[in-house]
């Protein structure tokens, strides 16, 4: 039964069918035809028994699908497809790899020519949008000989499950972040420092190129020679990455949700500052507390951050920014910054929860970012001949002007803003906390 189970007819074959018919349909009028015609029958079945005789005298192929341990989400991912061929002849290959039912893609095949006992592989990417669990099927594999009259198909890789993460391939590009001070990546700001933001070290002996600004008299008077202080960077500041999941939150960009681009964004800014010696944590809530991960200058705390992201699922329901008021003023005891990721579009939504926005910000540095609507943009950028495109323009630019409003109102309102292109979110986000370390507002 598995016999038959892995025969396949290639197209070829129908064709010498379809052939063979045609001939018996005219050797109605012409008799000596169909004496031709039966010849022309049994040497096709016999190139057919041979066919098959030459796919199943071996076991053929092994095959394997390599899949790293996790994807990165809304980033192209390799999937490695080797296979060896146990042949002592030429065949041809075709691949069909199930993939997940994610990407509703029912029309993946890759077509190969191998050698005699000879390895091959090839790589294709995917790229999800969706954080969770990935299934893939079977891996099939059709071998046919030169003959290409018969196909046996052989099935490897009875599925496996990968998990799609927070995108950390992001959070690696701009890991460089943390080391290089120069920031000559494009759109990276070079922000002069301003203020001591610095911390007391020691007295040392004032040497060439050392700031005057620094010479401590006291310590001079003592010991007869220029002495001066010397300061540190202040480290180890708690900063707080809080994911609003409500419905705002779901509006999706480029296939990815404002969610998503919130929590890589995430990923990769707490990368950063962790690196930059300061600790991190996160929040989530919604109409109720979501989870918490209390800062920490731990490096394993990027573990804890990027798990709790992955589980991190949006709410349909309006948040609750007086739950969220509350549920900072219990967490969060110190002076911290806090990077709030949430999305209005109405200065009405905005000016609902200035009152808990205000209350959070007296205590602490508080960011609020949210986000330009990239489809209102690209309406704003058309040219407009018709009055209902004219009409669209209008309001479409009414929106977009409404959003620099409550950025406007915000910054009234002695809270610091982040309004940003979804795509744009990371490197925004990066560069505001750059600004306030370098402006020491924290």
Not at 139 to 148: P, V
Not at 154 to 175: L, R
Not at 267 to 288: E, H, I, P, R, Y
Not at 346 to 374: D, G, M, S
Request: net charge positive.
């Amino acid at each position: 039964m598995k016999f038959l189970k892995a025969i396949y007819f290639h197209q070829r074959f129908f064709w010498a069918l379809f052939i063979l018919a045609v001939l018996f349909l005219f050797s109605y009028w012409i008799i000596e035809l169909y004496a031709i015609t039966w010849v022309i029958a049994m040497v096709l079945c016999a190139v057919v028994c041979l066919d098959g005789l030459l796919l199943f005298s071996k076991n053929g192929i092994r095959s394997e699908r390599i899949l790293p341990d996790k994807f990165s989400n809304s980033d192209s991912n390799a999937v490695i497809i080797k296979i060896w061929s146990i042949y002592t002849f030429k065949i041809y290959i075709e691949v069909i790899d199930e993939l997940p039912v994610q990407f509703q893609k029912r029309d993946f095949l890759q077509a190969l020519e191998m050698k005699a006992d000879s390895k091959n592989s090839f790589e294709y990417t995917i790229k999800p949008y969706e954080r969770g669990e990935y299934f893939f099927g079977n891996l099939n594999i059709f071998i046919s000989t030169k003959l290409k009259l018969l196909k046996k198909r052989q099935v490897f890789e009875h599925g496996q499950a990968v998990k799609v993460y927070p995108s950390f391939i992001q959070m690696k590009a701009y890991d460089f972040l943390a080391i290089d001070k120069r920031l000559r990546q494009p759109g990276l700001k070079k922000i002069r420092r301003i203020g001591h933001t610095q911390e007391f070290e020691q007295i040392k002996e004032y040497i060439l190129g050392d700031d005057i600004r620094n010479i401590n008299w006291k310590a001079t008077a003592k010991r007869g020679s220029l002495m001066v202080n010397q300061y540190q960077e202040e480290k180890a500041q708690p900063i707080y990455s809080i994911i609003d999941t409500g419905r705002v939150m779901k509006m999706p960009f480029e296939n990815l949700s404002l969610l998503d681009y919130a929590i890589n964004s995430t990923l990769a800014f707490s990368n950063v500052a962790l690196q930059k010696k300061d600790k991190v944590g996160m929040m989530s809530f919604s109409n109720t507390s979501g989870k918490i991960v209390t800062a920490n200058s731990k490096k394993t705390n990027l573990l804890s951050i990027l798990e709790t992201l992955y589980n991190i699922k949006t709410e349909f329901l309006d948040s609750d920014f007086g739950l969220l008021y509350a549920t900072i003023n219990k967490q969060i005891k110190h002076r911290s910054m806090i990077m709030l990721y949430s999305n209005f579009e109405h200065t009405n939504a905005i000016k609902r929860e200035l009152p808990y926005l205000k209350a959070i910000a007296k205590k602490h540095v508080l960011v609020v970012i949210f986000f330009e609507n990239t489809e209102i943009n690209s309406v704003i950028g058309n040219d407009a001949s018709k009055i209902q495109d004219i009409a669209h323009k209008i309001i479409a630019q009414e929106f977009a002007s409404e959003k620099r409003l409550m950025q406007k109102l915000l910054l009234q309102n002695g809270i610091q803003t982040v309004l940003t292109k979804p795509k744009d979110l990371t490197l925004n986000t990066i560069n505001k906390y750059l600004e306030i370390k370098a402006r020491g507002i924290l």
